[in-house]
């Protein structure tokens, strides 16, 4: 398109209307042989007719900036290069998948390690408060008072977080944390990562002083805990690419817009050629592209 500008330009150069640095306007009649004449009738050996023909549809480094900042690529499209601005949205749409599928595996994997945890009417596979608080009772001499019924840790008429009073459990705590109430994120996160909580599980040897005995279902938990927290960290790493890619492509977009620019300087200008007995003016067009 701007070739055809170009060309068109040329053709119908010697029908602008030509101003020189003194004011003097000349009307070119479109014959080379004709405004050779016209113009030399009017030459100033201290002044040369120029005309410089500048690229009419410039691009704002600024907008493109601003454009690719909101939108990866949209910048690249307005400065026209299109390969880029599909690299950019390529690559847009592969971070923001990859951290919606990795913060969606995340979610289901702790949705899973917390049923896991909360399966109070399997015995086998959880982690019981009411368990956790039989141990202090027992092998650290908490106040009984811990548990308000004396059901079996492994009763199911209620949730074991609704058979104890928190207050009571923490104040017996020894260890170094105190156990959040159940739901919490603190909660899940320490049952599965101190040992101090490892008398809750169920499958704790009974009348076992040794909190430091890590029993399989503690391990199992943590492992699951642990993939959880691999599939945030993806989801994590991912958003941040989000915003490197938003600041990449609003560099790049800034830096085409002023190669777009320089991409084509057109310098059209009469040239005068001194003969024995006069001076004619023939006009020029100089033309750069880069690439």
Not at 187 to 202: A, D, R, V
């Amino acid at each position: 398109m701007k070739i055809i500008q170009l060309i068109i330009l040329v053709i119908f150069f010697s029908s602008i209307l030509f101003s020189q640095t003194n004011d003097n306007q000349i009307l070119l009649s479109g014959n080379l042989s004709t405004d050779s004449k016209l113009i030399l009738n009017n030459y100033n050996e201290s002044v040369v007719p120029q005309f410089t023909y500048p690229v009419s549809d410039k691009k704002s480094p600024i907008l493109a900036g601003v454009l690719s900042l909101l939108i990866p690529g949209a910048g690249e499209i307005y400065t026209e290069e299109y390969l880029k601005a599909g690299i950019f949205v390529a690559l847009e749409a592969a971070v923001i998948t990859t951290a919606v599928v990795y913060d969606g595996k995340g979610d289901n994997k702790t949705t899973e390690f917390q049923n896991y945890a909360d399966a109070y009417t399997n015995p086998e596979h959880n982690w019981n408060v009411v368990k956790y608080a039989d141990w202090l009772i027992n092998e650290k001499g908490a106040d009984p008072n811990i548990r308000k019924d004396n059901l079996p840790w492994d009763d199911t008429s209620l949730p074991p977080w609704e058979r104890v009073d928190w207050n009571l459990l923490n104040s017996s705590e020894t260890g170094s944390h105190k156990l959040p109430p159940h739901g919490e994120q603190q909660y899940y996160e320490l049952i599965g990562k101190y040992h101090q909580f490892s008398p809750g599980w169920n499958d704790f040897p009974e009348n076992q002083p040794n909190h430091d005995l890590i029993s399989n279902n503690f391990i199992i938990y943590s492992g699951m805990r642990g993939e959880a927290n691999d599939f945030y960290s993806v989801a994590s790493t991912a958003v941040i690419g989000i915003y490197v890619n938003h600041f990449l492509s609003a560099l790049d977009a800034v830096w085409s817009a002023t190669q777009f620019n320089k991409d084509l300087a057109v310098k059209v200008r009469l040239e005068n050629f001194q003969f024995a007995d006069h001076v004619e003016f023939y006009p020029k067009i100089y033309f750069t592209y880069s690439f």
